[in-house]
């Protein structure tokens, strides 16, 4: 009896020709081999199987009981066999009801999903997008089990595993926003300038200092901090009724202040430019419905400028 360890499973492609073609030599046309390849293929189908399977007779090769029995097991496993290994089928965005969960900032959010929604409401429109907040903690379990496609931020903030795959979208760089006809804010303002003014910190941990505090802190200097939000929307509201300024990113910024009362100059600090990434997990890699996800986010991206 064949024992399955040993038991070579290419030999059922060559069984399930030679029932089709009831032929040695049309088999190995099929199967692209030589007549004496396939004579040497049935041979060893012979002594896996403990059968003749197929024997020549005036009127051709006949297949015994056994082969006949075996024939459409063979068959049904083959093609699901193929099923298995052959390519998935391209993703269909217009008529999916697939839904996508996208881990990201306020910011991201905010910048993104004007270019993002009209092209997915366009191309897709029974596609669902979730767009989930950003904890202070990369969400690797959440992303590890699928329960976010991708996640997207500030490549520093994020500072993801480096096991994940990582594309930068943009760069940004914070500038000072203030209400316009601030009596300090110019884009001559001093760094002493700047620091003497009340700040707004945007924190969604509620920590009391940020990368404008840190940069400072390494040269020994410090700001006042005189108000901490956790919420995008507040911030610049704020800022646009009051003296206090705030640090943020220009291209959000930009977006502030042709909808607020709002004028933005750069700081006097030589802070870095930010990457913005898009972050997904390896197994999502080749997936076609996260593949053409990450084409339409890439492409709205390129519609802001990116």
């Known amino acids: 009896m064949a024992d ?12 399930d020709w030679l029932m089709r073609e009831r032929s040695v030599s049309r088999a190995a046309e099929r199967m692209f081999i030589s007549q004496s390849a396939m004579s040497h293929v049935l041979q060893r189908l012979r002594q896996q199987l403990e059968d003749p399977l197929l024997v020549k007779t005036p009127a051709g090769m006949v297949p015994t009981a056994r082969a006949l029995a075996l ?23 217009a008529g999916s009801r697939r839904s996508f969960t996208i881990a990201a900032t306020d910011y991201v959010e905010a910048l993104l999903l004007p270019k993002l929604a009209p092209r997915i409401a366009r191309k897709a429109p029974g596609v669902n997008i979730h767009f989930k907040r950003t904890s202070s903690r990369f969400p690797l379990e959440a992303l590890e ?54 700040h707004i910190l945007l924190s969604r941990t509620g920590a009391g200092s940020g990368q404008v505090d840190s940069w400072l802190a390494e040269r020994g200097l410090e700001r006042r901090v005189a108000l901490t939000v956790s919420h995008f929307l507040s911030a610049p509201l704020i800022v646009a009724q009051t003296d206090l300024v705030m640090a943020f990113p220009k291209r959000t910024a930009e977006q502030l202040a042709q909808n607020q009362p709002l004028q933005w100059v750069p700081l006097p600090l030589d802070l870095p430019d930010y990457a913005t990434v898009m972050v997904w997990h390896p197994l999502q890699d080749q997936e076609p419905a996260n593949v053409w996800l990450r084409g339409e986010i890439r492409a709205a991206c390129a519609e802001l400028g990116a």
Do not use: W
């Open 145 to 198: 089990q699928g329960e976010i496609d991708l996640v997207l931020g500030f490549e520093v903030m994020l500072n993801p595993p480096k096991h994940l795959h990582c594309q930068t979208l943009f760069d940004d760089c914070m500038v000072c926003v203030a209400r316009i006809g601030h009596p300090v804010v110019n884009p001559d303002m001093s760094l002493e300038q700047y620091i003497g003014l009340p």
């Open 4 to 15: 399955l360890r040993s038991f070579d499973l290419n030999l059922l492609v060559a069984f």
């Open 71 to 93: 024939v459409e097991p063979v068959a049904a496993v083959l093609k699901e066999v193929e099923g298995l290994i052959k390519a998935p089928a391209p993703f269909d965005p």
